[in-house]
Nanobody, 119 residues
């Protein structure tokens, strides 16, 4: 089992920045990859960025060059630095931890943190 707790969301003006954090606990040594997903009202949850245990990163085209995913292995914390925010970035952001087993993938989710980009 993995427990995830997000923080850092809030209201920001267009062009502003926010940093999200996700503290992980539990079976963290089993985690193969972590990531951030978001869900806006009326939309499906979508991938924002992921990072593997080896440090490889992947970003949605809509956030490339503006968002940066990183992790602190000492603090067991995942981060998402969001710059040049746009109104269309408004969503609930969820932290994800994935464990890959031969039989299936196990996903763990945080409770979500609201990000609102508005003037």
């Amino acid at each position: 089992q993995v427990q995830l707790v997000e923080s850092g969301g809030g209201l920001v003006q267009p062009g502003g920045s926010l940093r999200l954090s996700c503290a992980a606990s539990g079976s963290i040594f089993s985690i193969n990859a972590m990531g951030w997903y978001r869900q806006a009202p009326g939309n499906q949850r979508e991938l924002v960025a992921t990072i593997t245990s080896g440090g490889d990163t992947n970003y949605a085209d809509s956030v490339k060059g503006r968002f940066t995913i990183s992790r602190d292995n000492v603090k067991n914390t995942l981060y998402l630095q969001m710059n040049s925010l746009k109104p269309e970035d408004t969503a609930v952001y969820y932290c994800n931890a994935a464990i890959f087993r031969p039989e299936r993938r196990y996903d763990y989710w945080g409770q979500g943190t609201q990000v609102t980009v508005s003037s």
